[in-house]
């Protein structure tokens, strides 16, 4: 089947988010679809898969011209998506979730489960997916329900598959196997959208890449081209992709955790007695999929999560038992994974968000009343030393994009007194500019002789910037290694097996 | 991440209800001063439609047109002409005193509002839903009563101990629900209801009791007697008013709440936790202690507005003297916007109501009317909706929205 997307545009008030887009995809294809966030791929996919009505151009399928009111519709025509978010039943067989929506039936309406397992299994057989039908989804794998998904879409006939960021959630093999799998369905004549930010992957996997940069379509690149190239292309000037830093010079022991438990609020065990110690300019970076238990061991150490037993010390000060306000107090900052949740309020304005952790004392309050004329002169301050993008210091955290909204969470724990860094996903929804400055002040505030820790899901971000790299999983340290080790083998690690 | 929010049907339900919630309590102007422009003129709809004058002018609608429809201009200006003249100025009145009478009358109903309604605003603020004041009132009372009727005291200090201890009362009866939420998880809303029946009957209790609150030689009616003359709060502007000087508390407390919500890290700190309790907890503030003090504090502002009622009273005092302020505190402080001006104006709307419905009720028109127009106002605002879709305004939705912030980012950065 082949899919032509001609002259879209879409706008949002005065803002145009696709700016008559123009695309064809062949039957069998793999098109990357390269941008930032907030380049307008999302809201593309969106009008393809009928969740937006587009104000100009059309959509054809096989020289049809088609009209989507719903994702039903785009369905029935043969277009498939796989969200970023699985939307399957966790405690539904993998058979049950393929067929939700579209029940086969028996004689008398009763759900006819076997016609349901053989279609699975049919799918599955015919492209390897090695999927059993009777398995319960929530005890799948990330990548098998990946598969899952995407038997979903082949199950309803989808001759168009839309992927969006898929490797997000996969360790490196899983991600390998996922491409194997696309050069499969390729094969056999499904043509693929694949939507990422991950260069490497599109090198890997695209027939024909297309970069997207503020709604238009700014060129079309060659798989061939160099990571550097497509960044330039999808940022839309020169950006160096590697942070360069000099050697560490180590100092103390600064943060040493020992033995560390922590449940999550299903009292399962995320963190299973782990010991590590990080000292005075020096970066650990703690690698994984996501899921792992980092997020519970990064909340456990700020004091977020109660720790079930072992203990934390930071230069010498026992934390153990300690609220977060004591945690912050003993100089530990903290970029937290979701920041729109935990890092800001978004009802604030940039100024009140960068004395969100500031209320008790100097410099931004005087007794029980808030400095305003020192809060305003070091939101200032902060602002352009942090290359925050806003029009004042009073606009409202909710206004800016990921990139600037993270800035300012990286402004306000990096201004304090800092002895520890603790960087749950620093970039995660950042756009390239961004990282590259995070990167920058995460490199500064080591070497300024702070001990960092740096939480991330993406093997790049771990090697560009670990001294050291501990790799975890299921609640444990698979190892900690030199920052010299391959990628391969941190994926291996990144799987559980130990190095 | 944000675009996915729009895919997922069950996510986007929840969505919806915060955002809804968020745009009452956010109290939009605009829409606001919308909701009460609608409210009047339904209002305005009903008294003309229950009209006699107009009724009967209708039955000759064949004869004389532009009198029946004349009719319903005239109604309309009696009823709410009546309504202005017994709330703010009374022009046909013979003197100067009586003339601006009205005016001073709304300000006597507006004060225990305002201080009720900055209460409720509070805890608005914080992200609870504390619609208490009734009960935490009656506790005050309680104790207003009781220092009041039974203890001695200097003049003016016999005043402020019983407005303390009607603030303190409250205050203990709205930390028992902070207390209960932030220990046992207990929904607020839920507690606050069933506390409200609670004080009722434990204030009913209480003017039963003859070494407590009942008046002296009382019967088996649960009511107290007359404040001491040391406790009274004075008149304000001599006797030909009775204005007194509940509203004195009344500004004080407008002047302090705007204080501690808007200059003080306390403030600072509950709208924090209002906001997005997460990210607060992140930053080192114990949401749950929170909770409890925005609840006590709260319940001190409901407090003040206790003694206002129990410290004026002549005749003795019921459970009536508490008079739906509690309830109606909700609708001033979502009215006003949960900010200290606007409660300020939504108190002294409602003051005017009070004020007014017995001159409208003598220019011939049902105060019922009024209650309608309440109730419309608060029904608008809490569905946001109606008014867009009445005065076709644009929804504010979150693709607009976002891709509004998206142009603005996008300026910026050029």
Known sequence: MKLEVKNITKRFGTLVANDNISLTLQPGEILSLLGENGAGKSTLMNVLYGLLQPDEGQILIDDKVQKFSGPGEAMAAGIGMVHQHFMLIPVFTVAENVVLGHEPTGKVGNLDLNAARKLVKKISDRFGFDIDPDAKIQDLPVGAQQRVEIIKSLARDAKILVLDEPTAVLTPQETDELMEIMRGLSKNGTSIIFITHKLREVQQVADRIIVIRQGKVVSEASPKASAGELASLMVGREVDLNTSKKAAKVGVETLVVKDLTVLDDRNQQMVNGISFSVHDGEVLAIAGVQGNGQTELAEAILGLRKIHSGSIQVAGQDLTKSNVRQVLEAGVGYIPEDRKKDGLVGDFTIAENLMLDGSFGKPFAKGVQIDFAKRDEIAEKLIKEFDIRTPSATTLAKQLSGGNQQKVVVAREMSRDLKVLIASQPTRGVDVGSIEFIHEQIVAARDAGKTVVIISTELDEVLSLADRIAVMYRGRFVGIVDAKTTREKLGKMMAGIAA | ?414
């Open chain 2, 1 to 414: 991440m944000s675009k996915k929010k729009d895919l997922d049907p069950v996510k986007s339900g929840q969505d919806k209800a915060t955002s809804v919630l968020h745009e009452i309590m956010s109290g939009d102007p605009v829409r606001i001063g919308l909701s009460i422009l609608l409210g009047f003129l339904i209002g305005a709809v009903f008294m003309v439609v229950f009209d006699k004058n107009v009724i009967k002018a209708f039955e000759d609608f064949g004869t004389d047109p532009s009198y029946a429809l004349s009719s319903i201009w005239w109604t309309v200006q009696d009823g709410y002409g009546a309504l202005f003249a017994g709330s703010v100025i009374n022009f046909g009145a013979d003197n100067f005193v009586s003339a601006i009478r009205p005016f001073t009358e709304t300000l006597r109903f507006a004060a225990p509002l305002i201080m009720a309604g900055l209460g409720v605003a509070l805890t608005f603020r914080v992200g609870l839903f504390n619609i208490g004041a009734t009960g935490q009132m009656l506790v005050g009372l309680a104790g207003a009563t009781f220092v009041s009727t039974r203890l001695q005291m200097p003049i003016i200090i016999h005043m402020l101990a019983a407005v303390l201890a009607a603030v303190v009362c409250a205050m203990i009866w709205g930390m028992i629900v902070g207390l209960l939420k932030s220990r046992t998880g207990a929904h607020e809303v839920i507690v606050t209801i069933m506390l409200n029946y609670v004080a009722l009957s434990l204030f009913t209790y209480l003017l039963r009791q003859p070494n407590l609150l009942l008046e002296e030689n009382g019967g088996g009616t649960p009511k107290s007697d007359n404040p001491d003359g040391t406790a009274r709060l004075g008149l304000l502007l001599g006797p030909d008013f009775q204005l007194h000087y509940g509203l004195i508390f009344a500004v004080l407390a407008v002047v302090f709440y705007w204080w501690l919500m808007e200059k003080s890290t306390f403030g600072f700190r509950f709208r924090m936790v209002g906001h997005n309790p997460s990210a607060a907890r992140a930053a080192g503030i114990k949401v749950e202690n929170t909770f409890v003090w925005a609840l006590a504090i709260s319940a001190g502002f409901s407090g003040l507005a206790a003694a206002n009622q129990g410290l004026s009273v002549d005749g003795g005092l019921t459970t009536s003297i508490e008079a739906g302020i509690g309830f109606d505190a909700i609708t001033v402080a979502l009215l006003g916007g949960s900010r200290a001006g606007g409660v300020v104006m939504a108190g002294m709307l409602f003051g005017a109501f009070k004020a007014g419905s017995a001159t409208m009720q003598v220019a011939g028109v049902s105060p019922e009317v009024l209650g309608v127009v309440k109730a419309l106002i608060v029904l608008f605002i809490a569905a946001p909706p109606i008014i867009r879709a009445f005065y076709r305004l644009p929804v504010p939705g979150p693709k607009v929205f976002e891709a509004a912030q998206q142009a603005k980012a996008a300026k910026v950065i050029k």
